[in-house]
């Protein structure tokens, strides 16, 4: 059994993890925190766990939480999720953030985007990116995870198995490259929808008036998991790689759909794509490339840990597109959590996500 820790646990995110932690069979929650009032049955704040746990939630105390737990979750907003890293991660503590605080490599990079001075910018080497499909075997060991953001999640995995070498595993499976030098890795477009939770519990409160009946682009070209998605298809890829990123948001609560438009070299057919992303993601548990002419719908992926990929290749218009959807408080936060906790603690990868 692990004992875990979630500090954030009465937001979207913390509320997720919570759910998906009660069903997990190696698992003991030991600590519930949040900016709270006083302290609090969870099952008062979310009625629908009456009965499933007695849990209390309180203000982190870090001085007790520490101790208690061997690894930590931390769905907390940037900015507060680099304070409380360090008090985990100094005791010798596992810790998965959720937050963009581990997430970029470059300090500037980080300080740029996010507005703010990163307080301990000495733990960014360190911070293993969580994205299972490229990272497992550095996840395994490591003790800081940067868990992906959520659209980044959709747009990475929909576009790794045309921009660089198969993963590792499956290297004598499928010729090296087969895609590489047919589609191009620049003026890669993204136009994704993403539901209201992905703004969080507070900010989603705000949203839900202004958007029903509506549909709207925001950040275009501007928004901070650009720079997210460019540091890591570049480093798969080998070359620097800038997508044009518009984000929309739709009045629905969960769920992310990206559009992803690639520009073909050279001549690929529908069916050498579809080889190539079937053959790709052979091995991944939560990576579903869906048949010829199909393509991917939230309901489907909607409270599971799968991203599901669609494509179409158009070999006359020179362009390849790729369709991903993903739940964003599941594959694109809580679940992917869990499933990084998984690999790190060696457990069945899968458990407590299916
Ligand atoms: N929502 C998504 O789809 C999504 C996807 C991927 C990653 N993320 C990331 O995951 C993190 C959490 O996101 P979320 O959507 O769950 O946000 P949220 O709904 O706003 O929840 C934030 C949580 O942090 C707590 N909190 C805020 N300030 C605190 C402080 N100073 N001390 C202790 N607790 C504090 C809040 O407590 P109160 O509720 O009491 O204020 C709440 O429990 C964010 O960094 C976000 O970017 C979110």
């Given amino acids: 059994m692990v004992k875990v820790a979630i500090v954030g646990a009465t937001g979207y ?14 698992v003991e929650i030991v600590s519930l925190s949040a900016k709270i009032d006083k302290p609090q049955k969870i099952s008062q704040i979310f009625p629908e766990l009456s009965g499933k746990t007695d849990l209390i939630c309180e203000e982190p105390d870090f001085s007790k939480i520490v101790p208690d737990c061997d ?3 931390l769905a907390l907003p940037h900015r507060v999720s680099m ?3 360090p008090e985990f991660l100094r005791a010798g503590k596992k810790v998965i953030d959720l937050s963009a605080d581990y997430r970029l490599k470059d300090v500037s990079v980080y300080e740029q985007w996010y507005g703010l001075k990163h307080k301990n910018p000495e733990y960014l080497a360190r911070a293993v990116y969580g994205l299972p499909e490229v990272y497992r075997e550095k996840i395994k060991p490591a003790q800081l995870i940067a ?6 999640t959709g747009i990475i995995l929909g576009c ?15 010729p090296l490259g087969l895609a590489k030098g047919k589609v191009s890795s620049q003026n890669i477009i993204v136009d994704a929808k993403t539901g209201l939770s992905g703004a969080g519990r507070e900010k989603e409160a705000a949203l839900v008036a202004e958007m029903e009946n509506n549909f709207r682009a925001y950040k275009v070209d501007a928004h901070q998991h650009a720079p997210e998605v460019n540091q890591e298809l570049s480093a798969f890829a080998g070359e620097r ?3 044009t990123f518009t984000p929309h948001l739709i009045p629905i609560q969960r769920g992310i759909l990206s559009a992803i438009y690639l520009q073909l070299k ?3 057919s529908q069916e050498e794509a579809q080889g190539l992303y079937q053959d790709f993601y052979k091995d991944e548990p939560f990576v579903k490339v869906l048949p010829e002419g199909k393509f991917p719908q939230l309901k489907d992926v909607a409270k599971t840990n799968f991203c599901h990929i669609g494509l179409k290749i158009s070999p006359a218009k020179k362009i390849a597109i790729v369709i991903c959807a993903i739940d964003n408080l599941v594959k694109g936060a809580s679940g992917q959590a869990v499933q990084n906790m998984n690999i790190m603690c060696g457990f069945e990868e899968t458990e407590g996500l299916r």
């Fill in 83 to 85: 304070e409380a890293a």
């Fill in 160 to 174: 790794l198995p045309f921009l660089g070498p198969s993963l590792k595993r499956n290297r004598k499976a499928y």
């Fill in 147 to 152: 868990n992906p953001g959520c659209y980044p």
């Fill in 241 to 243: 790689i800038e997508i």
């Fill in 71 to 73: 690894l930590a979750f």
């Fill in 266 to 268: 050279k001549a690929l």
């Fill in 13 to 26: 995110a913390g509320e997720e993890l919570l759910k998906i932690l009660i069903g997990h069979p190696r």
